[in-house]
């Protein structure tokens, strides 16, 4: 660069568009540089992106976070709880010597219960996610709802999924008396699994009605609890391992 150049270039600097614009110039390179980490160092670190991811939304999100906190039964202390759990679990599943653990299940948190979903072919990978999953502090309650069979689920049976659970999602907000933001919905080779708090039975049950209807839908499996559950009321929460019941299936 000429020393005009570079009498030019600082000058422009000066400006606050021009400091703009070399803002967004740069910054990206910058984040795609540090996403680049060795992986090992995002995993001892997943715990702290995960609260700060949590915090920066609801900074971005501004006022529309707001409302959506003040619909949200869970509090922002146990959102955060929560992502910590998964963070925590994800890691056991990625130093896991039982391969395909971290690849092939999925973890969803709420309020300390831990559902855990995908499909395998190898029975030793379920057992082996749900002792993980009880390793992670906090946590009350795990699900085991990993399907075990011989096919494996292609990228297309993803994609059906996935449009399944939109469609599930896009139903739960335009229906009134449903509190969508209390979900969490998760589509597995069309089986549909609902998790969160509604604030009485006929909401938990119309819930599961509509995921029952979705086009695609071949079973519900509904985790969801009520907002008074005494259980959930409880501050401690249930910490021991015993077998829980089976739920309601639609």
């Keep these: 660069m000429s020393n005009a150049s570079r009498s030019r270039f600082y000058s422009n600097a000066k400006n606050p568009i021009t400091q703009q614009f070399y803002l967004h110039l740069f910054v990206p390179?910058?984040?795609?540089?540090?996403?680049?980490?060795?992986?090992?160092?995002?995993?001892?670190?997943?715990?702290?992106?995960?609260?700060?991811?949590?915090c920066l939304g609801a900074i971005i999100g501004g006022v529309g976070s707001v409302g959506q906190a003040a619909v949200e039964e869970r509090s922002i202390g146990t959102?955060?709880?929560?992502?910590?759990?998964?963070?925590?679990?994800?890691?056991?599943?990625?130093?896991?010597?039982?391969?395909?653990?971290?690849?092939?299940v999925q973890i969803r948190v709420h309020e300390g219960r831990v559902l855990l979903l995908g499909k395998t072919n190898n029975q030793q990978i379920?057992?082996?996610?749900?002792?993980?999953?009880?390793?992670a502090?906090?946590?009350?309650?795990?699900?085991?709802?990993?399907?075990?069979?011989?096919?494996?689920?292609?990228?297309?049976?993803?994609?059906?999924d996935n449009v399944i659970e939109s469609q599930?999602?896009?139903?739960?907000?335009?229906?009134?008396g449903i509190n969508s933001s209390n979900y969490t919905v998760e589509v597995v080779?069309?089986?549909?699994?609902?998790?969160g708090v509604a604030q009485d039975a006929k909401e938990r049950h119309n819930a599961a009605y509509i995921a029952s209807v979705t086009r695609g839908v071949n079973k519900v499996v509904s985790y969801v609890r009520l907002k008074d559950d005494p259980i959930r009321l409880n501050a401690?929460?249930?910490m021991s391992g015993e077998q829980q019941p089976a739920p309601p299936a639609y």
């Design 29 to 54: 390179h910058a984040y795609y540089a540090c996403m680049k980490k060795n992986i090992s160092l995002f995993a001892s670190a997943s715990v702290i992106m995960f609260s700060l991811t949590g």
């Design 79 to 104: 959102n955060i709880d929560d992502r910590t759990i998964s963070a925590a679990i994800n890691r056991y599943f990625m130093q896991s010597e039982v391969p395909g653990v971290f690849k092939d």
């Design 126 to 135: 379920a057992m082996e996610a749900v002792r993980l999953a009880w390793l």
């Design 137 to 160: 502090g906090g946590v009350r309650e795990v699900m085991n709802e990993i399907q075990i069979g011989s096919e494996t689920t292609g990228l297309w049976d993803y994609s059906k």
């Design 168 to 176: 599930i999602e896009t139903r739960l907000i335009a229906t009134k």
């Design 189 to 195: 080779n069309g089986v549909a699994y609902l998790l």
């Design 236 to 238: 401690t929460g249930k």
